[in-house]
């Protein structure tokens, strides 16, 4: 996919909406060129905006969109819904978001029993907290190093980057702590083919010298893809069941067949105690999260009360639609499939400044040096304009990391070989450009 040109007839008033957005509309970041990128039409993996130009999405609308924009089975469902019941008291229930939960827990692990709905991600991990604590009766829970958890105050205190930490305007933190995570493309202990996950040595140590009541981790790390290995997980799965800790499971990002897997934990054979998930789970229909947890645990929770639309009927019936179109469509392996074929494609660039490529289905990227010896970190103004110049090929990603250098590639599960390759081409292209302005 060339600049992108216009392929659809643009809207009509497409300059008075842009005007528009930057009268009234706030948003959370900066702006580079070419953003906001104001979509009027989105279809699979392609988005459309109101100047007529097509774009393939390789952020699928944020992470959310894992069956593709706009599927016919999640729209049908949700337009049927519609005109049966929209939201009701959480003193009550829906079909819709009974089903739903009911299929979660069939294909959640063995250790989860009940669903309790939210609105978004945030929000799905302070109620485990919640939970946590309330069923421990300690105060303290780990994460991990580059741990994100979501933005609102109390996910916040269990999220790594200072920056998102200090948008808080207030020191947050007193019961929370970083364990050590697993990025073997970076290890101090030496090459992977020799750990002995010595990256946790002291980790016991650590959980043991507070009241944790528990470690909340994603299994797989969707800020720069890290995944570690089998064995990382097994040793810290056993600290912790030793301890009487609590697993938090973040599958937000992970879960929904992202990493070719229903869910990330399955690539480790882990069964937490709590188990959380949104982003995708609506279908692209509303807000929707999910925080899943064991009898035990359920037995003594108190929410406070219930978030006002949470398990929405309609987010409820698309989001189980998706679901349903994962399985029978075979997404999921499609993921899996197309993860190994982004790898491939991109280390057959053979580029100096690709210094590791990492998929688990289709949650990873590209992580970029100036030397693939040293791994040198490439500079973010570079990244930046690697960034501007797959926008300017019609290709949305966006950049994250620890360091800020990791080309973030996650589409929709529908990708084709085809679309990967528009990527890597365009990929190609940027780096090139990029270097001549070094």
Request: hydrophobic share 40%; aromatic share 6%.
């Amino acid at each position: 996919m060339s600049t992108p040109s216009p392929k659809s007839p643009p809207t009509t008033d497409a300059d008075a909406i842009e005007a528009d957005d930057t009268a009234f509309v706030m948003r959370p970041w900066s702006h580079p060129p070419g953003e906001p990128v104001i979509v009027a039409r989105a279809r699979g993996c392609v988005v459309t905006d109101i100047h007529g130009r097509d774009y393939l999405d390789f952020t699928a609308g944020y992470f959310v969109n894992n069956a593709g924009h706009c599927h016919p089975r999640i729209v049908e469902a949700a337009t049927q819904q519609l005109q049966q019941v929209l939201q009701v008291s959480g003193k009550h229930g829906t079909v819709a978001a009974i089903r739903l939960a009911k299929r979660l827990i069939e294909l959640a692990p063995k250790s989860l029993d009940k669903a309790f709905f939210s609105t978004g991600g945030s929000e799905s991990n302070e109620f485990a907290l919640k939970m946590a604590r309330q069923h421990t009766g300690k105060t303290d829970v780990a994460y991990l190093d580059n741990g994100y958890h979501g933005l609102s105050l109390g996910s916040l205190e269990v999220t790594a980057s200072e920056p998102y930490r200090k948008t808080a305007g207030q020191p947050i933190g007193a019961h929370t702590f970083q364990i050590p995570n697993a990025y073997c493309y970076r290890c101090p202990h030496g090459p992977a083919d020799g750990c002995k996950v010595e990256c946790l040595d002291g980790a016991e140590a650590l959980l043991a010298s507070r009241p944790t009541a528990a470690i909340i981790a994603e299994t797989i790390q969707a800020v720069g893809g890290l995944a570690p290995p089998v064995k990382w997980w097994d040793r810290l799965d056993g600290i912790r069941k030793k301890l009487g800790i609590l697993l938090i499971a973040d599958e937000i990002q992970t879960g929904l067949g992202r990493t070719g897997k229903m869910f990330g934990l399955e690539h480790y054979g882990l069964e937490p105690e709590i188990m959380t998930g949104g982003k995708g789970l609506s279908g692209g229909v509303g807000s929707l999260a999910v925080t899943c947890a064991s009898d035990a645990v359920v037995a003594g929770f108190f929410g406070g009360t219930t978030p006002t639309s949470g398990g929405n009927a309609v987010s409820a019936a698309a989001g189980l639609a998706m679901i349903e179109t994962l399985l029978e469509e075979k997404l999921i392996e499609n993921a899996a499939k197309m993860g190994r074929y982004f790898t491939e494609a991109v280390w057959a660039l053979d580029d100096p400044w690709v210094g590791d490529v990492r998929f688990t289905g289709l949650l990873g990227g590209v992580e970029l040096v100036l030397d693939r010896t040293s791994k040198e970190i490439l500079p973010k103004k570079i990244v930046g304009r690697i960034k501007d110049l797959l926008h300017a090929e019609g290709m949305l990603i966006t950049v994250s990391g620890t360091h800020g250098n990791y080309l973030r590639l996650q589409p929709p599960l529908s990708i084709s070989a085809a679309q990967i390759d528009e990527l890597v081409v365009a990929l190609r292209k940027a780096l090139e450009a990029a270097r001549q302005g070094v």
